[in-house]
């Protein structure tokens, strides 16, 4: 193979140097969303918080929070398995 010529090395460096300047606007344009992301955040909550103030004093209780999906209440067994059987028996169930 040839040698790299000069050129072909500039246009390495300037494309490497090219790439680092577009990590580092990457990073900062992560960052910056980060710190919007967290003054939302904070001004959200100081609203809230002084809604909820203001209901409290008012003497109305405040919203609940919802979390997730409502589970369904569990079953509770009315007799045993034995006792199942035995009616079924006495129904005329063969099986």
Same mark, same amino acid.
């Given at each position: /193979?040839? +040698?790299?010529?000069?050129?072909?090395? &500039? !246009?390495? !460096?300037?494309?490497?140097?090219?790439?680092?300047? #577009?990590?580092? !606007?990457?990073?900062?344009?992560?960052?910056? !969303?980060?710190?919007? /992301?967290? +003054?939302? %955040?904070? *001004?959200?909550? &100081?609203? *809230?918080? &002084? *809604? #909820?103030? +203001?209901?409290?004093?008012?003497?109305?209780?405040?919203?609940?929070?919802?979390?997730? &999906?409502? %589970?369904?209440?569990?079953? %509770?067994?009315?007799? %045993?398995?034995?006792?199942?059987?035995?009616?079924?028996? #006495?129904?005329?169930?063969?099986?």
């Amino acid at each position: /193979m040839a +040698e790299n010529s000069s050129k072909d090395v &500039a !246009q390495a !460096q300037f494309a490497k140097l090219q790439r680092a300047n #577009d990590a580092k !606007q990457a990073v900062a344009d992560y960052e910056a !969303q980060a710190v919007a /992301m967290r +003054e939302k %955040t904070a *001004r959200l909550r &100081a609203l *809230r918080l &002084a *809604r #909820d103030g +203001e209901l409290a004093a008012a003497g109305k209780p405040a919203p609940a929070a919802k979390r997730g &999906a409502k %589970t369904k209440a569990a079953r %509770t067994p009315k007799g %045993t398995l034995a006792d199942w059987i035995k009616a079924r028996e #006495d129904g005329g169930h063969n099986n």
